[in-house]
Structure formats: structure tokens, C-alpha cells
């Protein structure tokens, strides 16, 4: 097995991702937000691109699951069943000379680690977002930010069961903002005040909840692989039983191996009867479920698989990231999989002369019907390349006077740098067997392994 060793230092990968527009610091121009940051043109396209292979993968090319979209505000009683507004909390010490404040779980000594200061007894600080609703900011209308999508599937789920006649087990699905007023932050996009989640509550029979749980952790571990994280940089962690959340039977983190180290990026957890049976109580309503089998109304137990769609960013662009020489140059690269990548083709012309111009819109605007395609005419076409390698963009479709003649056009492999030429007819089909995984030699009708040429 390949040893572990984080694939880029942070410093290098947040340089990056602000020199080519993947992720800035939220309102940079008033200094910036602490722990809050705006994804850019690029990034938002790798976040939806990772939102759209976990929806495939958990609920599009399944039978057992559906999707939810609640609301973000949601009954303050919510919060009280759920159990947030009572423990949802960090120990916090505040240093008695600078004033600054500490997690007193996660300080080594009795005294500030800035200054050395004495600091003070801790106090529990709650980690949900005050707000109002309505006109009137009084105790009686506050309402919390969501500190997890979760909730929103608890209390939805005799609405799906009624309207979907979904038997157990089956499970709902959940991708969206979450809110967290943290007290330790920094590390990039690794913990934010705002976030997203992409949240499964799977809904089994008591007594078949291990299997079930076994199975989520084997599933969403794989799905990590098949977005080209390298496996020697994930690793299960079982917590236990003193760090178990309240609500936790069994739990595991899939761990990622960030520059900073090993830490969750996805927590799997086995949550029993606790949700229903606490919203039965808080709301008055029955939440159980008929089983047809044994003619009984049960509380079906919850499995949940919760990951974090920044820390899945995060470690992509982590694992992706690398540095090598590619025709005698230095590069920057992201070896991104085509499914993530924000970028899957760029058109290239060789040149900007205004003869190569038809052809070159031609074939832009007809891939752009189909993939997030980029057009690049400025400056030499090593530095195009480059530059398409630096935001993990899989394949360059260059165009050249031959195109002119023989309806043909160069594409160039990120990784391998290896070029093949191929008719403009069928381009599409040619490309999305490539960004399927065909191995580029297998070739189109018409098309031939390239080494050489005016694209050189
Ligand atoms: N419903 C269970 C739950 O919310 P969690 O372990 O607190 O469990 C699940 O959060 C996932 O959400 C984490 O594994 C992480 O990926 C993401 N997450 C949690 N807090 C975050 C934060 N402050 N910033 C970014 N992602 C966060």
C-alpha cells in the first residue's frame, strides 16, 4: 500500500484556489468574514458537480430512497426535541488579560495559549444562530439557523411515507445549507460558520439497524474512491462510547487525510429510535410506522450517512492536487476525475488567426450543449494547456489549419499528456466515451494516435 502523506501543503492549495477562482473569502473587499467563504466561478461548478454524483448515487440509482428539500427555519420546538438548544454546546474559557476565547476540551494547559494569561471557568456557548421571525425580536419569536439538514427529514417523515407509500427500509436524502456559530475555526473550508450538508436518514427495523449501519459505511466509502480519492487517504474511525453524540448508538467518521491531518470528512451514525420517539414526544404525534408483516406499529431506526460537501471539496481538490514537468516546463496540476471536474473540455485553437475563428466557435458552441466547456485563444498553446491542467480540466480539443482541411481535431489528455487526432463528427460521442474512462487509444472512426504535428 502506498504510505499516507498529505498531497499538498494548505497554503499552496488556498493560493490556487484564489488565483483561479475556485473559492474567495466572503466579502474580501470589506476584509472578509470570519470562517465564511464565496465560491467562485470554478468552485461552484466542482460543488455542484460533487451535490449531483452523491444525488445520483444515493437517491437517482435507487429504489429505496427520496429526496427533501425543508426549509432552513424551521419550529423553534424542533430544536428542543432534537436536544440542540440544551447540549449543542463548546466549553469556552475567556483569558482574563487579551480576552480571547478558547475551547477549554481543546487547550493542553490552564493557561492561554497566546499570552499565558489566567483564564476563566468555562462556560457552555451554543452553537446555533439566534434570529426573529416576524416584526417583533422578543423571546417568543426566535427562531435558530439549522445547524443540520437532519431535522427536516425526522419531522417529514409521515409526510413521505403517506404520499410516497415507501416501505421499510427506505431512506430520505437531503443536500443543503447548515449553520454553525463555531468557536474553533480556520483550516480553509474545513470548518465554516455556513455550510453544506448532504444528509441520508435511512429508516430500518430494529434489529436489522447493524446490518444496515455495516452497509452505509462500506457505501460511502466507496463512493469516495469513485471520485478518485485515493483510498491510502480515508480511514474509518469508530468513536467511543465517551464521545458518542446523545443520540448515538454506534458511530464512525470517515476520516480524510487533510493537510492538517487526519480529520472527519463524513460521520456515519446509528442513531436508534431517538429522533421519532423525541418528536413523537415534543409534538403530540404518533411517528411510527404499520408494518404490514407482523400487523404491529413500530420506531423504525435511523442509519445516517452525513458528509459535508466543503470537506468533500476540500479533500478532492487535496488528493487532486500535483506538480510535475510537462514538456520541459514546471506544471500545476489537479488530477480531478472528469465526474468533478468544473471544467470537462476546452477548445483551443491554435492560433488566432481570424481563418481558424468559424470553425473554432463551431465546435465551442456545440460542445457547450453539452459539458461546461471553456474557449481559450490567449497566448501560446503550451501556456493554454497549462493553465487548463491547473484547474483539472480532463481534455483540450485543439483546432489547427489541417482542421481546415480534413474535419479533424486534436485532443490532449490532462494526465497522460497523450494527443490523438479524431473527425469533428462525432466529437461528442468520442469525448464523453473518454470522460466515461475509455482509454484514449481506443479509437473513433477515422482517428489516429497523435505524436506529433502542427500542435506540437
Ligand atoms: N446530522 C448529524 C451531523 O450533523 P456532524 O458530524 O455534526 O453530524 C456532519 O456533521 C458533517 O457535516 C461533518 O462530517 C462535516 O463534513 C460537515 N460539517 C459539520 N460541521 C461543519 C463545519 N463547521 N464546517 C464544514 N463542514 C461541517
Redesign the pocket.
Known amino acids: 500500500m502506498t504510505e499516507s502523506r498529505p498531497a499538498v501543503d494548505m497554503e499552496k492549495l488556498v493560493s490556487l484556489c484564489r488565483r483561479r477562482g475556485f473559492i474567495f473569502p466572503s466579502s474580501e473587499i470589506y476584509g472578509g468574514l470570519s470562517?465564511c467563504w464565496d465560491y467562485g466561478p470554478l468552485g461552484v461548478e466542482l460543488k455542484r458537480n460533487i451535490k449531483q454524483a452523491w444525488w445520483r448515487a444515493v437517491v437517482q440509482q435507487r429504489d429505496d430512497m427520496v429526496g427533501l428539500d425543508a426549509s432552513i427555519l424551521m419550529h423553534p420546538q424542533v430544536w428542543q426535541a432534537s436536544g440542540h438548544v440544551e447540549g449543542f454546546s463548546d466549553p469556552l474559557v475567556e483569558c482574563k488579560s487579551c480576552h480571547k476565547r478558547w475551547r477549554s476540551d481543546e487547550l493542553e494547559g490552564d493557561k492561554c495559549p497566546d499570552c499565558g494569561g489566567e483564564l476563566t471557568e468555562p462556560k457552555l456557548f451554543n452553537l446555533m444562530f439566534k434570529t426573529f421571525i416576524g416584526p417583533v425580536e422578543d423571546e417568543a419569536s426566535v427562531v435558530y439557523l439549522r445547524?443540520?439538514?437532519?431535522q427536516g427529514m425526522f419531522v417529514n417523515f409521515e409526510n413521505v411515507v403517506n404520499t410516497t407509500r415507501k416501505r421499510l427500509p427506505f431512506g430520505i436524502a437531503q443536500i443543503g445549507k447548515?449553520f454553525?456559530n463555531?468557536v474553533t475555526t480556520g483550516n480553509f473550508?474545513?470548518?465554516?460558520?455556513e455550510?453544506e450538508?448532504m444528509?441520508i436518514e435511512f429508516f430500518v427495523k430494529p434489529g436489522t439497524d447493524k446490518q444496515w449501519f455495516d452497509y452505509w459505511v462500506e457505501e460511502r466509502l466507496n463512493w469516495y474512491v469513485s471520485l478518485g480519492i485515493r483510498k491510502e487517504n480515508l480511514k474509518l474511525r469508530q468513536h467511543t462510547k465517551e464521545e458518542l453524540?446523545h443520540y448515538a448508538r454506534e458511530c464512525y467518521?470517515i476520516n480524510y487525510l487533510y493537510p492538517m491531518g487526519w480529520a472527519?470528512?463524513?460521520?456515519i451514525?446509528n442513531r436508534g429510535d431517538f429522533d421519532l420517539v423525541q418528536h413523537a414526544k415534543f409534538s403530540g404525534k404518533g411517528l411510527s410506522y404499520y408494518d404490514e408483516e407482523t400487523k404491529e406499529h413500530i420506531v423504525p431506526y435511523i442509519i445516517?450517512p452525513?458528509?459535508?460537501v466543503?470537506?468533500?471539496a476540500l479533500a478532492v481538490l487535496c488528493d487532486a492536487y500535483d506538480e510535475d514537468v510537462a514538456d520541459g516546463e514546471p506544471r500545476v496540476l489537479l488530477h480531478l476525475h472528469p465526474s468533478i471536474a468544473p471544467i470537462k473540455v476546452a477548445v483551443l485553437p491554435l492560433s488566432r488567426k481570424e481563418t481558424l475563428a468559424p470553425l473554432s466557435k463551431e465546435v465551442y458552441a456545440e460542445l457547450r450543449q453539452q459539458w461546461m466547456t471553456s474557449f481559450d485563444e490567449a497566448q501560446s498553446i503550451g501556456r493554454r494547456y497549462r493553465r487548463q491542467d491547473e484547474i483539472g480540466t480532463p481534455f483540450c480539443v485543439t483546432i489547427d489549419f489541417q482542421s481546415l482541411e480534413d474535419k479533424q481535431v486534436t485532443i490532449r489528455e490532462r494526465d497522460s499528456l497523450r494527443q490523438i487526432r479524431v473527425p469533428i463528427e462525432g466529437l461528442r460521442a468520442t469525448l464523453q466515451a473518454k470522460l466515461d474512462g475509455e482509454d484514449l487509444f481506443v479509437l473513433p472512426e477515422g482517428g489516429k494516435i497523435w505524436k506529433g504535428g502542427e500542435t506540437q
Do not use: K, L, N, V
Not at 472527519?264 to 460521520?267: I, S, V
Open positions: 470562517s445547524p443540520e439538514t437532519a447548515s454553525r463555531e473550508i474545513f470548518r465554516c460558520r455550510f450538508q444528509e453524540a467518521d472527519e470528512m463524513e460521520g451514525a445516517e452525513s458528509a459535508g466543503d470537506r468533500t
